[in-house]
């Protein structure tokens, strides 16, 4: 055990685990009516999104004062590394399922598909492919135009915060803020490029298995880069504020690995998506 | 750390000057015990819904033809009984064990994050809320099975919809509260207390957390290939678009075949921790206790297509999935001997928890043995999707999880209400139990065997009698329930007062504390030795 | 206690009673391939296997938790550990599977054989009805459940295969062996005889094989193994093994059926003849899910009376038989020209619906092109 001169910080009684519950409730009971056309949905889900924006606000300004006031001694600092290495790792099985949907589309559905000559007389396996009951031809997308360089960007982009970290440790703020500032602009590029890219496809998500998990790979990974980036600036706010110094930064840690996380999905995407 | 560091953990925030009162106590809760109470809670509210609507389905199993329920509405109550037993009876039931033990057990104030840990909690009441209403959206509640295989789940309406995304915040309340587990694990633990001197209770459960945190993301991509599948034209599990059925049952049980052991894993801690107090001697063999558990954990995740031998996979896949699926009768076997070996020579006594844990390894070891037959693959093909499927499942999801969870709520109802409960009734309470529950599932071993396929609402006149019986079971098993809510009523309400070690042979930190655990323990950590 | 509690307990007692006559079925059903009977033995042995573990196992829990009682007396001993004791218990079970799945693995592989095989016919499940498809014989039929809705709701006295009885079993021949290419048109489905040791999904899309050869001629039952919708209880299988000589009267039989219902689509049919056949052609196919009255079941299952295709242009009726829609199959490849004519004149003239027109078996045949 550290030796530290404060007990584990342990919360008082709060709102927002219920204020969490009425958020998820309204998305999500808004969502299914938007799905089968109930006019309450969109109204629902604007109130659930709304409210978790609020939820999300508020919890985090919390727990920030919380660490800026310091309340958490070193084992609470644990617990937060504890926990994000966790959060991330039920990330990475997320992404596992999708990647294995593709494998099993690529080396065994379509393979038995254009095997059952007695329900697909003409279909050749091979990939990308639509399937046998799509047949309107599409141009898939190669992996050396676009990919490659927001390949470089993300990459580019874990450099730069890696940089950033270092100015943090150094004490150099005008490093970290630069270094910062930097990783979120190369986001945003990739983002842009991203959309370019999607706008410029020759398939959609309903072009079979290929557009299915193409799109459901790229727009998860899409996703999870723009929280990344909403986390980056909200950390670069802090920076501006004054938080963290070169002993105490697990907030900047945290969304550091979630980036790092974010890129090497991105590596995956690139060589098993785009690439092979 | 030492008791010098006890006097200041008062200078912030943190509430510790009795407790708050009212319904506030409880939406606002940061304490491990009030949200363990309401886990359980909720849990048997759930148990007793999803018990309801199997006295629904064996009300119309009572006879051949039809008499109360359409075939419709007949596989809505089972596809509902399915999903709320499992997600919202069993699961969050030993989340409240956790929530209430483990803390108690290793000798941590609380958990690592109580906030979210509340939030754990309150996750559960949406997702119940969808999965309730959702009877009453037009078409009715899903009615596709609890596995949701597509097509015929994409066939299905809102309600459909509707359990898919209560999954999802399932899903979410899961992977929390078992990041929760295993940070409060791993960095709360007492001075002097090793992994290998955690309880048993606790190691389960640090392996059941990780099997939530790699299994449920998977279960979340699966319906997130269902809902798009529904509802954005993706062709993830249509062959016409190079997609195939069959890879979502693959994705659906890479999730739910460590569902399974995530809900008798902690069965099995509760056992580890009550046959040593009544057998008066320590659990016998515990490294290889620890070791078993952590060998079926992996094992879990290479085994799951033993759910689907008749989908026709090639040779190779079939031969793999039943050697793996019997090799994982290894480890559970171990965990048998060794509570055998744990009575022996011991100097036992019989109080209800310690009934319910005898008749556990009893029943369970049926229940997978009934698990080994099926894993003989070309024997499986004439009992998958019968009823001997649903006799060995609810040998070991009944009388394996249920009946432990019962069994641990005798065992700890003194430390967390302070009195003893009446030891008359919790003995009726498990021999009716016992008895109807082996009157409604044993005979389904055999009408599985002669032919009766599940999900039927209706069946060929040769089934009518095992049917007959057990529905009667069935009905006498629901009713013991309600003796069962009586006993913890009546608990929570009074009785002799318990002393903080409650049980002779009772050993470990919980027992250190008053009963009833007072709101706040271990503020300062104990030294174990 | 009300009427309907007397009623069943009444019929539970009478029900024990008379059936002591019965054979139970304790066991699976005796088997009549070489692969079934294979399983059989594989399900014995293991079994026995099970049952003595289980006996020895919980001989020494019961002694032990009455002799090691404190009750008696008994005083704890304190071992906690023996690692003899604990590598004997892992590798007796281990060695105890490696026997068990040397004999399991012999049988998978002769169960995935479908080499060599005599005759093929092409099974398609549909919501809820079998089509056998006998390949290169130009025999094509559909197989319904052929219990009676009375039956069913308590009305009528249950037959003795009740749930277990088709319109049009599939007949194969003795001592051949039959290949069987399954898949389905709507939802995974799964077509199991236990007497022949066959269980396999039928997957919408995909082709699996299995096989049989059965050795004793004789009516085999089945039913569908998978979770399929509504009527998954409803739609069993049933084959007939029979000789050689009856297989091939069968197999001529049936070729003229077709015969005869391909000619009719040529000739000129009136409209009460074509809604007098379309009503036996509806209650056989559309009755289950759209109601025998036209009500249907809604949201699901739309009314076929004042329905808005069944009353609207004829084109759009006759396009959604042909190619279905969502949980509506499509039934071109399932009912011949004139039957889909005679039900479009059925469903347009009948059921309360008095639209006036009908379609020539000749127009259906053309449109299907």
């Known amino acids: ?276 | ?529 | 206690m009300n009427k309907k509690a007397i009623f069943f307990l009444g019929t539970a007692l009478s029900s024990i009673a008379s059936s002591a006559h019965a054979a139970y079925d304790l066991n699976l059903k005796a088997p009549v391939t070489e692969i079934a009977a294979q399983i059989f033995d594989l399900h014995m042995l293991i079994v026995w296997v099970c049952l003595a573990i289980f006996v020895v196992v919980f001989a020494v829990m019961f002694y032990s938790l009455y002799k090691h009682r404190k009750s008696v007396g008994h005083k704890a001993a304190q071992f906690h550990e023996h690692h003899t004791l604990e590598i004997v218990w892992t590798i007796i079970p281990a060695l105890i599977l490696i026997v068990m799945a040397v004999p399991a693995t012999k049988t998978i592989f002769a169960m995935k054989d479908t080499s060599e095989a005599d005759m093929t016919v092409k099974v398609t499940g549909y919501q809820w009805k079998w089509e056998y498809d006998y390949l290169d014989k130009n025999v094509k039929f559909i197989s319904n459940l052929s219990t009676t809705q009375d039956q069913i709701e308590n009305k009528a006295e249950k037959s003795e295969n009740y749930l277990l009885e088709v319109d049009n079993p599939m007949v194969v021949p003795v001592g051949k062996k039959v290949r069987v290419v399954l898949t389905a048109s709507d939802v995974i489905h799964a077509w199991w005889v236990p007497e022949f040791g066959v269980k396999q999904d039928a997957i919408p899309g995909f082709i699996k094989e299995v096989w049989f050869k059965a050795e004793k001629e004789g009516t085999y039952r089945g039913q569908c193994a998978e979770l399929c919708g509504k009527n998954h209880g409803y739609m069993p299988i049933v084959v007939e093994v029979v000789s050689e000589e009856k297989y091939n009267d069968w197999l001529s039989a049936k070729a003229e059926e077709a015969a005869a219902g391909a000619a009719g689509a040529d000739k000129e049919w009136t409209k009460d003849d074509l809604v007098a056949n379309g009503k036996t052609v509806y209650e056989k196919n559309c009755a289950v899910c759209h109601q025998a009255t036209g009500a249907g079941l809604p949201p699901a299952f739309p009314a076929i009376t004042g329905g808005k295709i069944t009353t609207g242009p004829i084109e759009g009726h006759l396009d959604i038989i042909l190619n279905g829609k969502n949980v509506m199959p499509a039934w071109k490849a399932l009912l011949n020209d004139v039957e889909i004519a005679s039900v479009i004149a059925y469903e347009r003239n009948a059921l309360g619906n008095s639209v006036g027109d009908i379609i020539q078996p000749s127009a259906v045949k053309a449109a299907r092109k």
């Open chain 1, 1 to 276: 055990m550290s030796q530290d001169t404060k007990n584990y910080y342990l919360p008082g009684p709060s709102f927002w685990p219920l204020i969490a519950s009425i958020s998820l409730f309204l998305l999500a009971g808004g969502f299914a009516m938007v799905l089968n056309k109930v006019a309450m949905g969109t109204p629902l889900m604007i109130a659930g999104g709304l409210s978790l924006a609020y939820l999300l606000f508020g919890w985090f300004k919390e727990v920030i004062g919380e660490s800026v006031s310091k309340f958490y001694n070193k084992q609470v600092d644990i617990s937060f590394r504890w926990g994000m290495g966790w959060f991330i790792f039920s990330e990475v099985m997320f992404f596992f399922g999708f990647f294995g949907a593709l494998f099993y589309a690529r080396n065994v559905s379509v393979p038995w598909l254009a095997d059952a000559k007695l329900l697909w007389p003409n279909f050749v396996a091979g990939w990308p492919t639509s399937g046998p009951g799509i047949t309107e031809a599409f141009t898939a997308m190669g992996p050396w135009g676009l990919p490659a360089i927001n390949t470089l960007i993300l990459l580019t982009s874990g450099a730069t915060l890696t940089w950033a970290h270092w100015g943090l440790m150094k004490n150099q703020r005008t490093q970290l803020k630069v270094g910062l500032a930097l990783t979120i602009l190369l986001g945003a590029i990739f983002l842009y490029l991203q959309m370019h890219e999607y706008a410029e496809a020759g398939f959609t998500i309903k072009t079979g298995i290929y557009g299915a998990t193409f799109y459901m790979l790229t727009g998860f990974h899409g996703l999870h880069v723009t929280m990344g980036a909403i986390m980056l600036a909200i950390i670069l706010f802090r920076v501006m504020k004054g938080h963290f110094d070169s002993h105490d930064h697990f907030g900047f840690e945290a969304v550091a690995w979630y980036w790092h996380f974010v890129d090497v999905v991105w590596l995956f995407l690139f060589i098993f998506v785009y690439w092979l």
């Open chain 2, 1 to 529: 750390m030492s008791t010098t560091t006890a006097a200041h953990h008062d200078d912030h925030g943190h509430d510790s000057h009795g407790h708050p009162t009212g319904l506030m106590r409880w939406v606002k809760s940061t304490n491990h015990k009030d949200i363990g109470t309401m886990y359980l809670w909720f849990s048997f509210a759930m148990f007793m819904f999803a018990g309801a609507l199997a006295m629904g389905i064996r009300a119309e199993l009572f006879q051949p033809g039809l008499q109360f329920v359409q075939p419709d509405v007949f596989n809505q109550l089972t596809t509902l009984h399915g999903l709320i037993m499992i997600f919202g009876a069993i699961m969050p039931a030993f989340v409240g064990f956790a929530n209430w033990q483990v803390p108690l057990m290793i000798g941590a104030p609380d958990m690592a994050f109580p906030r979210l840990n509340n939030m754990s909690f309150w996750l559960l009441i949406p997702a119940a809320i969808l999965l309730l209403a959702s009877f009453f959206v037009p078409g009715g509640a899903a009615s596709g099975g609890w596995t949701m295989y597509p097509p015929l789940s994409v066939q299905g309406g809102m309600s459909v919809d509707m359990s898919i995304l209560a999954l999802h915040i399932l899903g979410v309340s899961s992977i929390v509260g078992s990041i929760n587990i295993i940070t409060t694990i791993f960095n709360m633990r007492a001075p002097g207390m090793t992994l290998m001197k955690m309880p048993m209770f606790v190691w389960t459960w640090l392996i059941t957390a990780y099997l939530l945190i790699a299994a449920m993301p998977v279960l979340a991509g699966a319906l997130t290939m269902l809902i798009t599948d529904r509802h954005f034209g993706t062709t993830f599990f249509n062959a016409a678009g190079g997609g195939d059925p069959v890879l979502f049952q693959h994705v659906f049980w890479f999730f739910g075949h460590p569902e399974v052991y995530i809900m008798i894993l902690p069965a099995f801690g509760i056992l580890s921790t009550i046959i040593p107090t009544f057998a008066r001697k320590p659990l016998f063999g515990y490294a290889s206790m620890v070791y078993a558990t952590a060998a079926i954990a992996v094992l879990s995740f290479v085994v799951w297509a033993h759910h689907m031998f008749t989908t026709g996979m090639p040779v190779a896949g079939q031969l793999f999935f039943m050697y793996s699926t019997m090799l994982i009768s290894v480890p559970t076997g171990v965990k048998v001997f060794n509570w055998l070996a744990t009575m022996w020579k011991g100097s036992m006594t019989f109080e209800t928890p310690m009934l319910f844990s005898v008749a556990v390894v009893f029943l369970f070891t049926i229940g997978g043995l009934t698990g080994l037959v099926c894993a003989i693959l070309p024997v499986d093909i004439q009992l998958q999707d019968t009823y001997y499927v649903v006799a060995h499942f609810h040998y070991v999801l009944f009388s394996g999880a249920a009946m432990s969870i019962m069994g641990g709520v005798y065992y700890w109802l003194p430390k967390w209400t302070g009195h003893m409960y009446d030891e008359k009734l919790g003995k009726w309470h498990f021999w009716t139990t016992t008895i109807a529950f082996n009157v409604t599932f044993f005979p389904m071993h055999f009408t599985g065997l002669a032919g009766m396929p599940r999900r039927i609402p209706d069946y060929s006149q040769q089934f009518a009698e095992f049917n007959m019986i057990s529905s009667l079971g069935a009905f006498a098993l629901g009713i013991s329930q309600l003796l069962f809510l009586y006993v913890v009523i009546k608990c929570v309400r009074g009785g002799t007062k318990a002393t903080n070690q409650v049980w002779e042979g009772a050993h470990g930190l919980e027992w250190t504390v008053a009963s009833p655990a007072p709101f706040h323990t271990f503020e300062t950590p104990p030294q174990v030795k």
